[in-house]
């Protein structure tokens, strides 16, 4: 088969990698600050300068962990072996961060930070090389961005399979003990992530040959600060992750503590999630709306380009987020509309994302003649690992500042302002940074082609 040809079966299985990571992904990013809030019982602040603290150490264990990866050498390639090796402890590592020992609060502080740190280390070993994986696995870029649409149609999924695991198992499985109810939630939703990921290992397979190197870590680090578009990119995954966790972080207090969840026109269908119920369809509809534009990005794309797309979907969805903050607790229909047109531009930012980061791969082995693929690709993990952290910090810190308290029987007004800021006006004002970075990249169209057929050239006569 030609290397720059995938079948429809290896994208569909490195599509289940990333349905994988995410079912973690998501379950750690809307519940896990909540979680700790109103069930294990830490206090805001806390929650706050652990998710600052955990991220901002992991992003550095990305860049690492990026080149551990380039130079892995086994019989199945450098980045696909990862996947195997870590498909149980990232499992494992899901279970732990919902599992409640019961402890005073230094105990209960020291355990969240030590689960954390494991979870973190099992995502970055499992997610830099899967990131990675693509880059080598064709080396034409339209079909690297047709392979990208499959990868985030996968991750949405695995959103899904989470959202409807913690809104309908917690309850059933707990009986009214969330504390097991999470922990055995996680069992199952552990096993789907550990054995989708083996399922990519085995269906993949390596075919860029990548450009021999020395062994000096220095000049790849050197490569990559040099390299302008990777940096530019490494700015704008920062700023869409930040964005996009902040409003997933506010869906859990927005529906749990603002919205009346009850008397209104979706109260029947939400009531497969008891309480939390229209919290859980919300995330669904966002989530089903996240597929659905996998499926127009390749289109999209080719009408308006990469860049301009990129920029067209942070203007739409910062718009329609913003404007929630002006919606009534009883404006339910308006609310589900808004976050649907939100998200509709929010997922396709991932998709041209890792698509562009890619082209930064290209760009570096054709500037340099030298092609450190993982350490590029952990741009993408450094970015949600670091912008999660920031944004968890931000929802906390702005809940902090409104005097939030988790545990208390009746919200006040004070502490329904910062919720409601928190899922409309902060997340849209921090991403609209991504258009000013945009706006500088270099990575044209037509430079791209010129790249495409300089290394093309390269590589056969190599």
């Given at each position: 088969?030609?290397?720059?040809?995938l079948?429809?079966?290896?994208?569909?299985?490195?599509?289940?990698?990333?349905?994988?990571?995410?079912?973690?992904?998501?379950t750690?990013?809307?519940?896990?600050p909540?979680?700790?809030?109103?069930?294990?019982?830490?206090?805001?602040?806390?929650?706050?300068?652990?998710?600052?603290?955990?991220r901002?150490?992991?992003?550095?264990?990305?860049?690492?962990m990026?080149?551990?990866?380039?130079?892995?050498?086994?019989?199945?390639g450098?980045f696909?072996?990862?996947?195997?090796?870590?498909?149980?402890?990232f499992?494992v590592?899901?279970?732990?961060?919902?599992?409640t020992?019961?402890l005073?609060?230094?105990?209960?502080?020291?355990?969240?930070?030590?689960t954390?740190?494991?979870?973190?280390?099992?995502?970055?070993?499992?997610?830099?090389?899967?990131?990675?994986l693509?880059?080598?696995?064709?080396?034409?870029?339209?079909?690297r961005?047709?392979?990208?649409?499959?990868?985030?149609?996968?991750?949405?999924?695995?959103?899904v399979i989470?959202?409807?695991?913690?809104?309908?198992?917690?309850?059933h499985?707990?009986?009214g003990?969330?504390?097991?109810?999470?922990?055995?939630?996680m069992?199952?939703?552990?096993?789907?992530?550990?054995?989708?990921?083996?399922?990519?290992?085995?269906?993949?397979?390596?075919r860029?040959?990548?450009?021999?190197?020395s062994?000096?870590?220095?000049?790849?680090y050197?490569d990559l600060?040099?390299?302008?578009p990777?940096?530019?990119?490494?700015?704008?995954?920062?700023?869409?992750?930040?964005?996009?966790?902040?409003?997933?972080?506010?869906?859990?207090?927005?529906?749990?503590?603002?919205v009346?969840?009850?008397?209104?026109?979706?109260?029947?269908?939400?009531?497969?999630?008891?309480?939390?119920?229209?919290?859980?369809l919300?995330?669904?509809?966002?989530?089903?709306?996240?597929?659905?534009?996998?499926?127009?990005?390749?289109?999209?794309?080719?009408?308006?380009?990469?860049?301009?797309?990129?920029?067209?979907?942070?203007?739409?969805?910062?718009?329609?987020?913003?404007?929630?903050?002006?919606?009534?607790?009883?404006?339910?229909?308006s609310?589900?509309?808004?976050?649907?047109?939100?998200?509709?531009?929010?997922g396709?930012?991932?998709?041209?994302?890792?698509?562009?980061?890619?082209?930064?791969?290209?760009?570096?082995?054709?500037?340099?003649?030298?092609?450190?693929?993982?350490?590029?690709?952990?741009?993408?993990?450094?970015?949600?690992?670091?912008?999660?952290?920031?944004?968890?910090?931000?929802?906390?810190?702005?809940?902090?500042?409104y005097?939030?308290?988790?545990?208390?029987?009746?919200?006040?007004?004070?502490?329904?302002?910062?919720?409601?800021?928190?899922?409309?006006?902060v997340?849209?004002?921090?991403?609209?940074?991504?258009?000013?970075?945009?706006?500088?990249?270099?990575?044209?169209?037509?430079?791209?082609?010129?790249?495409?057929?300089?290394?093309?050239?390269?590589r056969?006569?190599?």
């Amino acid at each position: 088969m030609s290397e720059n040809k995938l079948t429809i079966k290896e994208k569909i299985g490195y599509a289940l990698g990333d349905t994988a990571a995410n079912i973690a992904w998501r379950t750690i990013g809307p519940f896990l600050p909540i979680f700790y809030t109103d069930v294990f019982g830490l206090g805001t602040a806390a929650v706050a300068t652990l998710l600052l603290v955990i991220r901002l150490g992991d992003g550095i264990t990305d860049l690492i962990m990026g080149n551990i990866a380039d130079r892995t050498k086994t019989k199945w390639g450098k980045f696909r072996p990862w996947l195997l090796w870590t498909a149980l402890p990232f499992g494992v590592a899901l279970v732990l961060q919902f599992t409640t020992p019961n402890l005073g609060l230094s105990g209960k502080i020291f355990w969240a930070y030590a689960t954390s740190i494991f979870y973190t280390l099992a995502y970055t070993a499992n997610n830099v090389p899967y990131s990675a994986l693509m880059g080598v696995m064709t080396s034409k870029v339209k079909e690297r961005t047709v392979l990208s649409s499959y990868r985030f149609f996968g991750a949405y999924l695995g959103g899904v399979i989470a959202t409807f695991g913690v809104i309908i198992l917690v309850d059933h499985l707990g009986n009214g003990n969330k504390n097991l109810g999470y922990q055995y939630t996680m069992y199952i939703l552990a096993f789907i992530l550990a054995s989708f990921s083996l399922v990519t290992f085995y269906t993949t397979r390596e075919r860029v040959k990548v450009v021999k190197k020395s062994e000096d870590v220095t000049k790849d680090y050197k490569d990559l600060i040099n390299n302008k578009p990777w940096l530019i990119l490494l700015f704008i995954g920062f700023v869409f992750v930040t964005y996009n966790i902040i409003k997933q972080s506010s869906i859990m207090y927005y529906f749990t503590h603002y919205v009346n969840n009850e008397d209104n026109v979706f109260g029947g269908l939400a009531a497969w999630g008891g309480k939390n119920g229209l919290a859980g369809l919300y995330l669904l509809s966002l989530l089903i709306i996240s597929m659905i534009s996998t499926v127009f990005a390749p289109t999209l794309t080719k009408m308006f380009g990469k860049v301009r797309l990129f920029i067209i979907s942070i203007l739409f969805s910062a718009a329609a987020s913003a404007a929630m903050y002006w919606l009534s607790p009883n404006d339910i229909t308006s609310i589900f509309r808004l976050g649907i047109i939100s998200e509709f531009g929010a997922g396709l930012m991932p998709i041209l994302f890792f698509a562009m980061l890619g082209d930064a791969a290209d760009y570096s082995e054709y500037k340099n003649g030298r092609r450190a693929t993982g350490l590029i690709f952990s741009a993408g993990t450094f970015a949600m690992k670091f912008g999660g952290g920031v944004a968890g910090a931000i929802t906390l810190a702005v809940l902090n500042f409104y005097n939030y308290d988790g545990q208390a029987a009746v919200k006040t007004l004070e502490m329904l302002e910062g919720i409601k800021l928190n899922m409309s006006i902060v997340p849209a004002l921090f991403v609209l940074l991504g258009v000013a970075a945009l706006l500088l990249y270099p990575l044209t169209p037509h430079k791209m082609k010129e790249i495409e057929v300089a290394l093309k050239e390269k590589r056969a006569n190599e």
